[in-house]
């Protein structure tokens, strides 16, 4: 690997395109690559998961407005598919459907360091465009790898969360990348395409605050959206703000650590193979990563408690992530509300161990149902917990090492006669380094428990076949990756909707 050093410069110091960031992750798009065949294995689990978690949610009120949306944007030909529907649309507003339809339930692969991440939010977007322009699973596969090396160095290197700056920047800018190296794009162009997706999708993080809307949804998949725009913006020759992370009003002075800023950013090698997304991990469970490990430890805990009415307090000692963003340290009364919506309560720990305490399990849907949020009984377990930052916890949470960082925790309960349980896990079973590791048989395992009742038998096995064939899939069988639903049942769901202006 190679260290980049990215800090702020004046306009007058006229920094060279190859010694700015924007070019230097372009480069990592365009350049040569060696072939890793388990980061290719990988990219099929990514795919596979999110199908898994899309036709989960088609029923659900956000992702049908995104594909109502969607298809008043109807493709002449090619166009793109939409999970759901089988109307084809225009590869910008296909991934804003099947982006939205990806990110909705909170349920699909992550990376944490510096910064947080869903690298799977990078495929719909490329997979739009691959079938709108006609492109190979090869080339697919080639995109998507990149995507996740540019994603995964982003969050590695350069904190946005501190600054209150959602996530989606860096989104942005590796969707980008991925869709240069899936359409061989020069250099100077994706550059330029990375340079704009980022200027156009620095938003705050108060889309992950307070209240919590259905836009948690759409974010990604907008900044996937705004990607394919910037590309075909740059393959018309147009440039961008520049140098858009190190210029004096750029996103490095004005939106983080401002003129002093100094960032290291380890990127490949040109010939390096591409392994980045074998360090990102997806859920078991529907729920904010944070929270992973704390419910496989309420299943544990739940063991030795006995009646859960004889607790006195629950203290989660964990990291400061945990503590200030989906804790008690996020001073957010929603946190504690029944009434509060399900982007909420999948952000609210105290919520999250409460009713994995009482049920030993974690439903995508029954977990967050109305009238099991408000039982009187959860809400009175639910306002006993309270979550504290322990340095160590935050310490392990960062480590340089994927083999030692956790993202876990250690709870403390206390009886109503004194006595004291407490037990400590440090990453969930699902993780790389956890009990129980996915592996394909667990990827599959969750699509079919996903796809049960949505898509037939048959048409899984039919999915689940194309999927494992991606690397030597034709332009024409992308399409196989959109498993066969009842469109109908659909049709009549989007139908009951308000309608907008498309």
């Known amino acids: 690997m190679i260290e980049h050093h990215v800090r702020v410069h004046a306009s007058a110091d006229r920094l060279p395109r190859e010694d700015q960031l924007a070019w230097k992750l372009a480069a990592v798009a365009t350049g040569p690559e060696e072939s890793d065949p388990d980061s290719a294995a990988m990219v099929v689990n990514r795919v596979i998961d999110n199908a898994s978690v899309a036709v989960a949610s088609l029923l659900r ?216 997304i074998l360090d990102t991990y997806t859920k078991e469970h529907s729920a904010e990563y944070q929270a992973q490990a704390i419910i496989d430890l309420a299943r544990r805990l739940r063991e030795k408690t006995g009646p859960l009415d004889r607790v006195r307090s629950v203290v989660l000692h964990t990291s400061h992530h945990t503590h200030h963003v989906i804790g008690s340290g996020a001073n957010d009364p929603q946190k504690y509300d029944p009434s509060a919506s399900r982007e909420t309560l999948d952000h609210s720990v105290p919520y999250i161990l409460a009713v994995a305490l009482e049920d030993g399990i974690w439903h995508h849907e029954r977990s967050y149902a109305p009238e099991r949020a408000a039982r009187p009984e959860t809400v009175e377990l639910w306002r006993k917990i309270t979550t504290v930052e322990n340095p160590e916890w935050t310490r392990r949470y960062h480590d340089p090492d994927p083999d030692r960082r956790a993202f876990g925790g250690r709870a403390v309960i206390t009886l109503d006669d004194g006595s004291v349980i407490e037990d400590e896990l440090a990453v969930a079973d699902a993780h790389p380094a956890g009990a129980r590791p996915f592996d394909r048989a667990g990827y599959v395992g969750k699509f079919r428990t996903l796809a049960e009742g949505v898509v037939t038998e048959s048409a899984q096995e039919a999915f689940l076949d194309t999927a494992a064939r991606l690397a030597e899939l034709t332009a024409a069988d992308l399409g196989g990756l959109f498993p066969a639903v009842d469109t109908d049942a659909v049709a009549a769901y989007d139908a009951s909707l308000p309608k907008g202006l498309f």
């Open 61 to 276: 009120r956000p992702v049908a407005v995104a594909r109502a949306q969607a298809t008043g944007h109807r493709a002449t030909t090619p166009g793109a598919s939409v999970f759901g529907t089988p109307v084809r649309v225009t590869p910008e507003w296909a991934a804003w459907a099947n982006g939205t339809a990806v990110r909705e339930l909170d349920f699909h692969d992550t990376y944490l360091a510096a910064d947080y991440s869903h690298p799977g939010d990078n495929i719909p977007p490329l997979l739009a465009v691959a079938q709108h322009t006609g492109r190979p699973g090869a080339d697919l596969l080639r995109g998507v790898i990149a995507a996740y090396e540019i994603h995964v160095a982003l969050v590695k290197g350069i904190c946005l969360h501190e600054h209150r700056i959602d996530h989606v920047a860096h989104l942005s800018a590796a969707t980008a990348g991925g869709l240069g190296a899936m359409l061989r794009l020069p250099t100077e162009t994706v550059y330029q395409a990375i340079q704009q997706a980022v200027h156009t999708t620095t938003a705050t993080r108060q889309s992950r605050k307070g209240e919590i809307s259905s836009w948690k949804a759409y974010a990604p998949a907008f900044a996937g959206k705004a990607a394919i725009e910037a590309v075909d913006r740059a393959m018309r020759g147009e440039t961008s703000p520049s140098p858009i992370y190190e210029g004096e009003d750029g996103f490095l002075a004005w939106m983080l650590n401002g003129p002093d800023s100094d960032y290291t950013v380890l990127l490949p090698e040109p010939a390096e193979p591409r392994r980045a």
